[in-house]
């Protein structure tokens, strides 16, 4: 018997913190979306920070996927945004847990899974589901710096400055 109670806490605990961490991806992003920074050639989502969060835990990989889907679902992105950019950042999301076991000095290239897979995906999305011209390696580029900024950057500084909460360990 004690044992089905601990199995449904930690499953009730990561179904939770997945939920908190989608909600939290949604409303960031939506904070971008109010400045016109969410989408578009030039993309600064404050909520790409979050894509280190499964360095801490693996429910954070669900959560950011299915907080992704929503905020593009709000933001009125095309179907194929939907698909390929929320693919874009399960991508991140994966690389980032496969990266939590590096040593601390270098724990913010976890950060690249996500920034590689955006310069990748993205641009394709912009060229073929909005009709963005400017070719693949300039909207890379502009997608990269935005990632860059908000992704890695970001997302390391909130690594640093969560890493010692004990609700982490």
């Known amino acids: 018997m ?48 979050l894509l280190i969060l499964p360095i801490f835990m693996p429910e954070a990989i669900p959560g950011l996927f299915i907080g992704c889907i929503v905020s593009n679902i709000v933001s009125g992105c095309v179907i194929w945004d939907i698909i390929f950019g929320s693919l874009a950042t399960l991508i991140g999301a994966v690389g980032a847990y496969l990266l939590r076991r590096l040593p601390e000095k270098i724990k913010w290239l976890a950060t690249l899974p996500n920034l590689l897979s955006n310069m990748v995906i993205v641009p394709f999305v912009l060229m073929y589901a909005y009709g963005v011209s400017g070719g693949f ?33």
């Open 2 to 49: 004690r044992r089905n109670v601990k199995r449904v806490t930690s499953s009730t605990r990561y179904l939770t913190r997945g939920a908190l961490i989608a909600a939290l991806y949604v409303v960031l992003t939506y904070l971008s979306t109010v400045f016109g920074l969410s989408s578009g050639a030039i993309q600064f989502r404050v909520s790409e920070a």
């Open 137 to 169: 390696f300039l909207l890379s580029l502009s997608v990269g710096i935005g990632e860059l900024v908000c992704g890695v950057i970001g997302g390391t500084v909130l690594y640093y400055s969560i890493k010692d909460v004990r609700l982490f360990k």
